[in-house]
């Protein structure tokens, strides 16, 4: 492994991981979908986006998507440009009527409630929040027509379980931030009305791009808002997404070749098992992590609670005399990278992506790889013994 940059601490090549990306998106990609789209680009890389071999790969992914989260008959599929972050915008749009709850427990949550509070035509949105490391229930109110969920808040390394709200209003929908979660937490879609998420996470596929799963609610939603006279532009209209989706379009020029990566991943997922194969590859590398933070004296998982840990993104906190950032910054001059903490949140401690293409041996690797940092960051402040450190 070639090592760039400045490191306080050297690890000899036998401990490093064959791959050392752990970043929580992007994430690691596949060498096999690199090599894929070498072997196919020219089939469709600069050729019309209109044609058959784009609109095959739209299709790739609508089907396999379809099949991967078991989609009732109803549902759809369907995708436009912008990432998850336009989605916030598109469903203060065209999918919350008046007034949402927002369950905010962290970066990425918070910011969809402050996208909601800031649009004029919606209502001050309900706002539940609790402290970093754990998420708060959501509960039914009197004429809160959308409830936003995130099932696993990437910035804090918590998941949360995909539920419908007992008590909500009978037209009320669920809409659930997947961003991080999709394609590695199985999710039943009876319990959503739309399950968003960006292809960069679990789906080892570039960024850009959003996808809903809708239920025939939402769509109904979607589609009674525009009727009803709001105003919706049409790169954020969802009745136009639905669309173009339903003839396998995007609605302006998609990356072609992120659509590629992320149809091969599909395809892997299904190819491995689906869903709950790809959630069990996650947790045995998040048992080693955790198992090995928990027993160790100078770190700890940060979320306290077992049942509210991510498989998919481990957050572990270090004790005081242990420098996360230096530790972070001499792993990355080893080519093992994005460990940083969420940029935002303040925190002495690494983030680790564990999505399904993330090999277990390679999570083992980095285990010993910040043991033997520590130990050399130890000697280094002149606490000669292990035992001190
Ligand atoms: C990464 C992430 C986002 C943002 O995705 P973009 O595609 O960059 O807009 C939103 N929500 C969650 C939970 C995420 O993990």
């Given amino acids: 492994m070639v090592v760039t940059g400045e490191s306080e601490f050297s690890i000899p090549d036998a401990l490093l991981p064959a791959d050392g990306r752990f970043g929580c998106g992007p994430a690691k990609v596949r060498p096999e979908q690199v090599s894929a789209l070498a072997r196919r680009a020219a089939d469709f890389l600069g050729t019309s986006c209109r044609r058959g071999a784009v609109r095959g790969l739209v299709g790739r992914i609508r089907t396999g998507l379809a099949e991967l989260f078991a989609l009732p008959e109803g549902y759809q599929v369907v995708l436009g440009n912008g990432g998850a972050t336009a989605f916030w915008n598109i469903a203060t749009y065209g999918l919350i009527r008046e007034r949402a709850q927002h369950l905010s427990f962290g970066e990425f949550s918070a910011r969809f409630a402050s996208v909601d509070r800031h649009t004029p035509w919606l209502a001050e949105p309900s706002v539940l929040e609790c402290a970093a490391g754990r998420y708060p229930e959501p509960r039914a109110e009197r004429g809160v027509d959308a409830y936003a969920l995130t099932h696993n808040e990437t910035s804090t390394g918590?998941?949360?379980?995909?539920?419908?709200?007992?008590?909500?209003?009978?037209?009320?929908?669920?809409?659930?931030?997947?961003?991080?979660?999709?394609?590695?937490?199985?999710?039943?879609?009876?319990?959503?009305?739309?399950?968003?998420?960006?292809?960069?996470?679990?789906?080892?596929?570039?960024?850009?791009l959003w996808v809903a799963l809708m239920s025939p609610a939402a769509v109904a939603r979607a589609e009674r808002l525009v009727a009803d006279g709001r105003y919706v532009p049409e790169f954020f209209s969802l009745p136009v997404a639905i669309e173009h989706s339903a003839r396998d379009l995007v609605f302006n020029t998609p990356s072609v070749s992120g659509l590629f990566l992320f149809a091969e991943q599909i395809e892997w997922l299904l190819g491995i098992g689906g869903l709950d194969a790809a959630a069990s590859r996650a947790r045995k590398?998040?048992?080693?992590?955790?198992?090995?933070?928990?027993?160790?004296?100078?770190?700890?998982?940060?979320?306290?609670?077992?049942?509210?840990?991510?498989?998919?993104?481990?957050?572990?906190?270090?004790?005081?005399?242990?420098?996360?950032?230096?530790?972070?910054?001499?792993?990355?001059?080893?080519?093992?990278?994005?460990?940083?903490?969420?940029?935002?949140?303040?925190?002495?401690?690494?983030?680790?992506?564990?999505?399904?293409?993330?090999?277990?041996?390679?999570?083992?690797?980095?285990?010993a790889c910040v043991e033997h940092a520590v130990e050399q960051l130890g000697r280094a402040a002149g606490r000669g013994r292990r035992s001190d450190v």
């Fill in 158 to 208: 918590v998941v949360m379980p995909v539920r419908r709200v007992p008590g909500a209003d009978d037209d009320a929908l669920v809409l659930v931030d997947g961003t991080s979660a999709a394609g590695g937490l199985p999710v039943v879609p009876e319990e959503f009305d739309v399950y968003y998420f960006a292809p960069q996470k679990c789906f080892g596929a570039d960024g850009g």
């Fill in 285 to 367: 590398s998040a048992s080693v992590l955790y198992g090995w933070a928990e027993a160790a004296r100078w770190a700890a998982p940060f979320v306290a609670e077992p049942g509210c840990r991510s498989p998919l993104v481990a957050t572990i906190e270090f004790a005081p005399h242990i420098d996360a950032a230096r530790l972070v910054a001499g792993l990355r001059a080893h080519g093992i990278v994005d460990l940083e903490p969420h940029r935002k949140f303040g925190h002495n401690q690494v983030r680790v992506g564990l999505f399904p293409a993330i090999e277990t041996a390679d999570v083992e690797a980095l285990v």
